[in-house]
């Protein structure tokens, strides 16, 4: 997989799985745009690609505010000529509740519709057209296995606006296909990120049972699956939505 002198923009990628996925897309030769709110961790992660011969640019994005995604979007096309490649993995994810689904605040339901949904529709919309121009593009969206198979304790809108996320990219992969735009999703199990591993490990052996595999995943099994999609080898599958869970998630 070569992506030398491709683009990408990964959304989430100061932290977790989206900074494993900027890194391998900068292994494979991709100029990264590191963002997402935290600045400072951002330019840590590029500075590591940098410094490993890659090619990054870190700046602060918040998805759920439309203008700041049309500026990235722009600053991107200012600083690399062009966008091949749009990884939506930013998300709102406030810890594990285990809250009762009426429990649940409402506000938190707004966070979670306006981050991850809207955020990544935000996100798609900005580069559509220039992607349409170029007559190519690769979309990606990080979704969750909980996306297809629900999960017992919520936080609920998470999986829910996830499901969501998926529903639209089948919509605009038929929509977008004819401009040689493919647009993805990868439904990730559980993944060995700092935030799952600061749970109890009660937790972490709860969830880690009913995978077939016996174990969590790795962010690169993440990433390189990412990395395909994002390939010319992958110019052929579009519209779908790919499971990396383990076998956590029916066929």
């Given amino acids: 997989m070569k992506l030398k002198g491709k683009t990408a923009i ?46 990054a ?32 993995n930013a998300a709102y994810l406030p810890g594990t509740s285990m809250k009762p689904f009426h429990e649940e605040d409402p506000a938190e339901w707004d966070n979670h519709i306006n981050i991850t949904l809207k955020g990544t529709l935000y996100m798609c919309r900005a580069v559509i057209p220039h992607m ?7 979309i990606i969206n990080i979704t969750t296995v909980a996306a297809k198979v629900g999960q017992p304790t919520g936080p609920f809108l998470y999986p829910g606006c996830k499901a969501a996320v998926a529903a639209v990219s089948r919509c605009l992969a038929g929509e977008l296909g004819r401009y040689g735009i493919t647009v993805n999703c990868v439904a990730p199990g559980p993944v060995k990120t700092e935030n ?56």
């Fill in 57 to 88: 640019m870190a700046f602060k994005l918040d998805i759920s505010v439309p203008s700041e995604v049309d500026a990235l979007v722009q600053r991107t096309i200012e600083a690399f000529g062009a966008i091949d490649i749009l990884v939506n």
């Fill in 196 to 251: 799952l591993l600061g749970q109890p490990k009660e937790f972490l052996d709860k969830i880690a049972k009913p995978i077939p595999l016996k174990r969590m995943g790795e962010p690169e099994e993440i990433a390189h699956l990412v990395a395909f999609l994002a390939s010319d080898e992958a110019a052929f599958i579009t519209g779908q939505h790919i499971s990396a869970d383990g076998g956590l998630s029916p066929f």
């Fill in 132 to 138: 349409i121009g170029r007559r190519g593009g690769r």
């Fill in 10 to 55: 990964v959304t989430g990628s100061t932290s977790g799985i989206g900074r494993t996925i900027a890194e391998v897309l900068a292994g494979h030769g991709a100029n990264v745009i590191v963002c997402g709110r935290n600045l400072a961790r951002g330019e840590k992660v590029a500075e590591r690609i940098t410094a490993g011969g890659g090619k």
